[in-house]
């Protein structure tokens, strides 16, 4: 399985960004997706998360009003759209992947990504 992020660098602050994650490769049905975020010496930190099917999202108090996940359609990709950047938004930023057995079976194994750096320089 297959978790690709892109669109990580360095940024200015009071910019926006879009970073994306793409997976393939599973035979689990995908039920979300989502960014969490890193910074060493502190704990991870949800980002946003989006059902795949409903669209439903999920944002962390940190970035609710900032930052807006979105899927693409009929693929196993999302978008995530980050506006108003700044310093303390700087991490390494990692997505995951929720699945779920095709037929309602249950959970399935989550996926993550290596991650990619976002920097936001004041």
């Known amino acids: 399985v297959q978790v690709v992020e892109s669109g990580g660098g360095l940024v200015q602050a009071g910019d926006s960004h879009m970073l994306t994650c793409t997976t393939s490769?599973?035979?689990?049905?995908?039920?979300?997706m989502g960014w969490v975020r890193q910074v060493p010496g502190k704990q991870r930190e949800l980002v946003a998360a989006?059902?795949?099917?409903?669209?439903?999202?999920t944002y962390g108090d940190s970035v609710k009003g900032r930052f807006t996940i979105s899927r693409e359609n009929g693929k196993a990709t999302v978008h995530l759209h980050m506006n108003d950047l700044n310093p303390e938004d700087t991490a390494l930023y990692y997505c995951?992947?929720?699945?779920?057995?095709?037929?309602?079976?249950?959970?399935?194994?989550?996926?993550w990504g290596q991650g990619t750096q976002v920097t936001v320089s004041s």
């Open positions: 995951h992947v929720d699945t779920e057995v095709v037929g309602g079976g249950g959970r399935g194994p989550q996926y």
């Open positions: 989006i059902d795949m099917t409903f669209g439903d999202t």
């Open positions: 490769g599973t035979n689990f049905g995908i039920k979300a």
